[in-house]
């Protein structure tokens, strides 16, 4: 059974960073595709980035653009998003998942009805 859980969440100043970190358990990530989706309060949730471990294809939303930066250390079997320069419309709770069904593309938004494993959640909060 494929388990996901995240960590690294936190209250930082605006302007500052964060690193989450999602540890998976019960497979490895090779031919697995890796994400992470925000969801603030009221809002849909939204694809921020994704990563494919077959093809090293990668899709960042505009709005992290530059900021985020996802990663992964396949000894750890673990993915991370690193995130700089936070600012208070980042903060929502950051979900890992994963699927086999789609490879990364930075013209190609992710949706979360493509994944089928999902972690429990970290909350995020920048202040201004």
């Known amino acids: 059974q494929v388990q996901l859980v995240e960590s690294g969440g936190g209250l930082v100043e605006s302007g500052g960073s964060l690193r989450l970190s999602c540890a998976v358990s019960?497979?490895?990530?090779?031919?697995?595709?890796s994400a992470w989706f925000r969801q603030a309060p009221g809002k849909k949730r939204e694809g921020v980035s994704c990563?494919?471990?077959?093809?090293?294809?990668?899709y960042y939303a505009d709005s992290v653009k530059g900021r985020f930066t996802i990663s992964r250390d396949n000894a750890k079997n673990t993915v991370y998003l690193q995130m700089n320069s936070l600012e208070p419309e980042d903060t929502a709770v950051y979900y890992c998942?994963?699927?086999?069904?789609?490879?990364?593309?930075?013209?190609?938004?992710?949706?979360?009805?493509?994944?089928?494993?999902w972690g429990q959640g970290t909350q995020v909060t920048v202040s201004s």
């Open positions: 998942a994963l699927t086999t069904m789609l490879c990364c593309d930075d013209n190609a938004p992710i949706s979360e009805s493509d994944f089928g494993f």
């Open positions: 019960g497979s490895t990530m090779d031919g697995y595709a």
């Open positions: 990563f494919s471990h077959s093809d090293g294809g990668i």
